[in-house]
């Protein structure tokens, strides 16, 4: 099986950068994706890892170590429609077509 | 853009009763997903989908669950006999074949079972 983990929440104040870690435990690792949830809404896809390394899309930007099984999110120049909860998902290669399995959302609170 | 959709938006049903969510997948995606959220905590893998047979399924995923496309554009999530614990938010959503890791959800069917 898959387990992740992430802290329950965070809380930045704006134009701050905030770091959310995800480690996890799983055999047929293919990458880490992360994904954004507001409230009420549906989940939208951030960022993407399959390789070791940073990946940098705006002001947010991935990271992954799969010696450590580790990855962070970074967040920077917070805003307040960064209020949001932040899933990290452990995409699994199996026989069809990479299963999601995703953490427990880290929810991330931004003050002025 | 294009997007998932879902309907309906909300459902409301009895204990026992039979519910179909519906979803259309983005046109020309060939991966096919149903995960369901209960109110507060994560989102979990239901069962996968991919040239017409279910490729994946998780324990959740047990025999009152089926899953359909029973058309070109239509992707069914079936619930045969509803318990008070199904209440959750379904989420569907699909991937295409060149973006090979972006699964693109739709907005979601709230199921409350009362």
């Known amino acids: 099986g898959q387990s992740l983990e992430q802290p329950s929440e965070v809380t930045a104040v704006e134009g701050a950068i905030v770091q959310i870690n995800c480690t996890y435990q799983t055999s047929g690792f293919y990458g880490l994706s992360w994904y954004q949830q507001h409230d009420g809404g549906a989940p939208t896809f951030l960022s993407y890892?399959?390789?070791?390394g940073l990946e940098e899309t705006g002001r947010f930007s991935s990271f992954l170590s799969r010696s450590d099984s580790y990855g962070y999110l970074l967040l920077q120049e917070l805003q307040m429609k960064d209020s949001a909860s932040y899933f990290c998902?452990?995409?699994?290669?199996?026989?069809?077509?990479?299963?999601?399995?995703f953490g427990g959302g880290t929810r991330l609170m931004v003050k002025p | 853009e294009p997007e998932v959709t879902q309907t309906p938006s909300h459902q409301v049903t009895q204990m026992g009763q039979e519910v179909i969510l519906r979803c259309v997948p983005i046109?020309?995606?060939?991966?096919f997903y149903w995960y369901r959220q209960i109110l507060g905590q994560k989102v979990e893998f239901l069962v996968s989908?991919?040239?017409?047979?279910?490729?994946?399924k998780s324990e959740i995923f047990d025999d009152q669950f089926s899953v359909e496309r029973p058309d070109g554009s239509n992707f069914t999530l079936k619930i045969r006999s509803t318990k008070l614990e199904d209440s959750a938010m379904y989420f569907c959503a699909s991937r295409g074949l060149a973006d090979a890791y972006e699964q693109y959800f739709g907005p979601g069917t709230r199921l409350t079972v009362t």
């Open positions: 890892n399959a390789l070791d």
């Open positions: 998902a452990v995409r699994v290669l199996n026989n069809a077509g990479n299963m999601l399995t």
């Open positions: 989908f991919y040239n017409n047979e279910i490729s994946e």
């Open positions: 046109s020309n995606h060939l991966y």
